[in-house]
């Protein structure tokens, strides 16, 4: 495996272009990574896509580029808990498409699999019907769901060994791991980077050819 | 008698738990249902973001900042628990293997449909993780007031709120009465102490079905 | 969790029925569960159908079962290193669905994970799509795959706790946890058993909600 | 000249490696192909039995009986490996993580197409993981030997054999050739040093493109 750059975060948000597309690992703040977000609030790159279960607060993880009216549209599951999505929402700044979260995350995990797309049965009878793709597979009605890919994705891990390779911290774990295969490139703030043998071939979650760059983490 | 505190959901559910099982509890009351497990009833409690065992709230000062449950709350580990990613995290949501989860609405209806993710125009907080616990649990229960403050029954003919999940719920526990979802409609399983079936049936908007025995919880 | 029952690998075998579906993770018998096979060998049930990875050997893994004639059908993507089920095949006393590995263990992940089938391009173009159902996406033709369910999955992991957690060794981690997702009884045999707690839970890979039995691996 | 062993195979795909290649080798000829990696080069190996970073034979006595490549054969860990289930495995391979795979053929055809999986009523091996293979990863590579013992090309208009994978094949690299596919179809890029323009287009039922400059390889 290659040597890993590293690289800090001011350069490595400076990659992003307006309009790309940004999966953001994060539940609640909770393995977000705060180092990258800063950095790209800081760029005020702007009419981004973002791919989030939820988009935190608005002053803290995710909502931060929300608020910072970085944002034109966003797949995620939650707003709830951030009033500057919901007002953006409301006054048609920010577009969302609500997808459940299982369903969100396995989309994803197509797009980084090769899948073309999943059948699942979660939301058949809701609302969520409207203008989705229902499939019938043995008398059962299911959504076809297709691949979600996206940029960029900003990981947030504990560990990482110089070939990239990715162990987390406990729930901040989340979307991570499946998040690191669905961006064409891949950015991982960490708190320490190792040397390669360092971790435990069978502790690793995230094998390193997922990722692109490293950031060490300053709190 | 005066209405009790909503902590007799909780305490009414937990009495369904059997021992071993796997539950995901919602945010709210839900999650208050692991206060009140009956002893001798041992439980694995998961939560979508991403653990298997979760255990009591820490003491003041032990937070751990990566631990948290689906409502953002600080939580401790049991031993024995597992970390997942939340593509495994829904495998078992969606893949039943949840034994119950326990969840929070704004109504349920006869059908054993239920609405609690969106009231359009007012307040749009998205899903979450709703949708496929409805999905994917062994026996879906809700937990919500009987009524609303005004007065008016939750449990309805029909829903009018956008449908979180259609025909998933299998119980509809409320701080008047212990309701299960048939194939022939809503059956009055209990009722609280509290209150009076009279009280009850007025309460409902949806029919219930009520037979010859009739329950009581506290 | 439950403390997980533990048995010893003929109470485990006596479970499976005439005709029942098993899960045999095994990669050309690495990460097999050696007491299990040779268990069910002496029970002698028939009419399985078996759903694995390769055939393993004549006389090794999950050979000896079909070489013991108790194999009536297999779901495979391999049985190059077992001439047992190359004659069984020839001779139409054994019938065999032959599924690119990929696409095998998807189609199990989409039973254990209640999705109600994938889309892979995998083989698109080639005779496997006989009697198969494509699906056209976005102007690309993909398999629709459904789930494959089993009746019991015999797993075969390193350590586990008493709530039934496991870890794998090296390469026999394999298809195990995926397949233990996917059957009614999942049965692990396991070097050893230790207290719940003694497994670090950042390092657990299948969690013990998936295991209904442990059996203790003899030598 | 007199052809030389296969190596020379494994020794001409060896070369197309760039530092920082993340590759899976087939079973046989294939895995030759990691004993000729240039100097400075740097490549990751992955296998679909569920490893990211092989590393050479183990001396004997040292073999670890969980420790096999996709062939079977005891393999070491390197520094900074990783093991993986299949799920994550073909998700690999499938989803593109892969920069080359080199695989054992048949037949190949002019069109990009590979069989190597089955012989109808001789040898009904399966396909394994090899169609996933083709589909997933960013070169796919045959690698096989030119001619049948019989002398038949193996190098065809259109494979007779059941296909692994249509139009999948970036590269065809045979004792005697060197072959691109392209859309416009096979254009051989070199011929091996002890051989000739003239055997190799008479070795090649396909037909081939042959462009003004042709390398050579030994």
């Known amino acids: 495996m290659p040597i890993q750059e590293i690289i800090d975060a001011k350069t490595a948000a400076g990659l992003v272009r307006r309009g790309d597309r940004i999966m953001l690992p994060s539940f609640l703040t909770v393995g977000s990574a705060p180092n990258l977000i800063d950095a790209l609030v800081e760029t005020g790159t702007g009419d981004l896509h973002i791919i989030c279960i939820a988009t935190d607060f608005a002053d803290r993880g995710i909502g931060k580029l929300v608020t910072n009216k970085q944002v034109r549209s966003t797949q995620t599951s939650h707003i709830g ?28 995990r197509a797009a980084g699999s090769g899948l ?51 162990i987390y911290s406990k729930t901040a774990r989340n979307a991570n791991p499946v998040m690191a295969m669905a961006a064409k490139i891949t950015i991982a703030e960490v708190d320490e980077i190792v040397e390669p043998g360092e971790l435990d071939p069978e502790h690793i979650i995230t094998p390193g050819i997922f990722v692109n760059y490293l950031v060490l983490h300053k709190e | 008698m005066t ?13 369904e738990l059997k021992d071993g099982n796997v539950v995901n509890l919602g945010i709210g009351m839900p999650t208050l249902v692991s206060n009140f497990v009956p002893e001798n009833v041992h439980i694995t409690i998961q939560a979508e973001n991403g653990i298997v065992g979760i255990g009591p709230i820490p003491e003041e000062g032990k937070e751990h900042r990566d631990l948290i449950n689906a409502g953002g709350g600080f939580i401790t580990e049991t031993p024995g628990c597992v970390y997942t990613d939340t593509a495994l995290s829904f495998a078992i949501i969606r893949g039943g293997h949840l034994d119950m989860t326990v969840l929070g609405a704004l109504q349920v209806d006869r059908e054993g449909s239920i609405a609690n993710w969106i ?33 008016n029954s939750k449990i309805l003919k029909k829903c009018t709120l956008p449908l979180t999940a259609y025909r998933k719920l299998n119980l509809i526990v409320t701080d008047m009465a212990f309701i299960e979802v048939t194939d022939e409609g809503l059956v009055l399983r209990e009722i609280a102490e509290w209150t009076t079936l009279e009280e009850v049936v007025k309460c409902t908007e949806a029919n219930l079905i009520i037979p010859d025995t009739i329950g009581s919880f506290s």
Request: aromatic share 8%; with cysteine.
């Open chain 1, 81 to 108: 808990t951030n009033p500057s999505t919901q007002e953006q929402y409301t006054s048609g700044d920010l577009e969302i498409e609500f997808i459940p979260q299982g369903t969100l995350i396995e989309r994803i």
């Open chain 2, 3 to 15: 209405a009790p505190d909503s902590t007799i959901i909780a305490r009414r559910i937990a009495r």
């Open chain 2, 119 to 151: 009231i359009p125009g007012k307040f749009v907080p998205g899903m979450g993780g709703a949708m496929d616990l409805c999905a994917g649990a062994g026996k879906v229960v809700a937990a919500l007031k009987h009524v609303d403050k005004k007065g």
């Open chain 1, 116 to 166: 073309g797309g999943i059948l699942t049965p979660v939301g058949i009878g809701t609302d969520i019907e409207k203008g989705k793709e229902i499939q019938e597979v043995d008398g059962e009605r299911y959504f076809l769901e297709k691949p979600i890919f996206a940029d960029f994705t900003f990981i947030r891990a504990h560990k990482a060994d110089k070939f990239g390779n990715l």
